[in-house]
Nanobody
Framework: QVQLVESGGGSVQAGGSLRLSCVAS???????MAWFRQGQGKGREGVAG???????NYADSVKGRFTISRDNSKNTMYLRMNNLKPEDTAMYYC????????????????WGQGTQVTVSS
C-alpha cells in the first residue's frame, strides 16, 4: 500500500514559520514529489516541486519564502515556510509521481490526506 503522510501544519501569526514533512512509503523513489495547497473555496494549486536530483520548481507566490527539500534515504520531503502570510492559509497536500514542472493536480497520481496551515494577521 503506497502512502504519503503529511505532518507539521498548525496555526501561526503572519511573519511566522512552519516546516511541513511528508513521509512516503514507496518501494521505489518517485522521480518528482510536490506540495500543493487548497484554500477555502479554491482549487488545488501547486506550491513547489522537487525531483530526485534536487532540482526545484516554485510557484511565484512563494518564491523567496518557501524552500522545498527531500531526503531520498528517508523517503521524506519537506517544505520550510518562512514569512507566512494570511493568504498562505490552506490545506497542504503532499503528492508524488508527476512532473517537476507544470504543477497541476491532474498530473499527479499519489496524494496524502493533507495538513492544515492557518496564518492569522
Amino acid at each position: 500500500q503506497v502512502q504519503l503522510v503529511e505532518s507539521g501544519g498548525g496555526s501561526v501569526q503572519a511573519g511566522g514559520s512552519l516546516r511541513l514533512s511528508c513521509v512516503a512509503s514507496f518501494s521505489y523513489n518517485p522521480y518528482a514529489m510536490a506540495w500543493f495547497r487548497q484554500g477555502q473555496g479554491k482549487g488545488r494549486e501547486g506550491v513547489a516541486g522537487i525531483d530526485t536530483e534536487g532540482n526545484t520548481n516554485y510557484a511565484d507566490s512563494v518564491k523567496g519564502r518557501f524552500t522545498i527539500s527531500r531526503d531520498n534515504s528517508k523517503n521524506t520531503m519537506y517544505l520550510r515556510m518562512n514569512n507566512l502570510k494570511p493568504e498562505d492559509t490552506a490545506m497542504y497536500y503532499c503528492a508524488a509521481d508527476g512532473p517537476l514542472y507544470g504543477l497541476a493536480e491532474y498530473r499527479y497520481k499519489r496524494w496524502g490526506q493533507g495538513t492544515q496551515v492557518t496564518v492569522s494577521s
